[in-house]
């Protein structure tokens, strides 16, 4: 088992930046996605951007592309996204997901989920 516990969310303006962090504990996985998904109110959930946990290659999807960016540190087994000029429409909360083998960015791919993270953008 992987559990995952995600961090930074917050209210925050338009035009603002939030890092959010997901530490990963429990099974070691030296392979495999990181990824961060959200779900906005009244919509479903939405992939955002994924990193290849060892060859470190990443994806975003167009919404946040050039404002939000994956990383991660092997070492602390944690994922990182960093997320400027935030938008209202931004406004959800923000999942940690890991999928544990072959690179994938579906969401019925990934083995394991954290909580969440609620980050609320005001206009």
């Known amino acids: 088992q992987v559990q995952l516990a995600e961090s930074g969310g917050g209210l925050v303006q338009a035009g603002d930046s939030l890092r959010l962090s997901c530490a990963a504990s429990g099974r070691t996985f030296s392979s495999g996605t990181m990824a961060w998904f959200r779900q906005a109110p009244g919509k479903e959930r939405e992939f955002v951007a994924a990193?290849?946990?060892?060859?470190?290659?990443?994806s975003t999807s167009d919404s946040v592309k050039g404002r939000f960016t994956i990383s991660k540190d092997n070492a602390k087994n944690t994922v990182y996204l960093q997320m400027n000029s935030l938008k209202p429409e931004d406004t959800a909360v923000y999942y940690c997901a890991v999928r544990v083998g072959a690179w994938s960015t579906s969401q019925g791919a990934m083995n394991y989920w954290g909580k969440g993270t609620l980050v609320t953008v005001s206009s």
């Open positions: 990193i290849a946990r060892s060859a470190g290659s990443t």
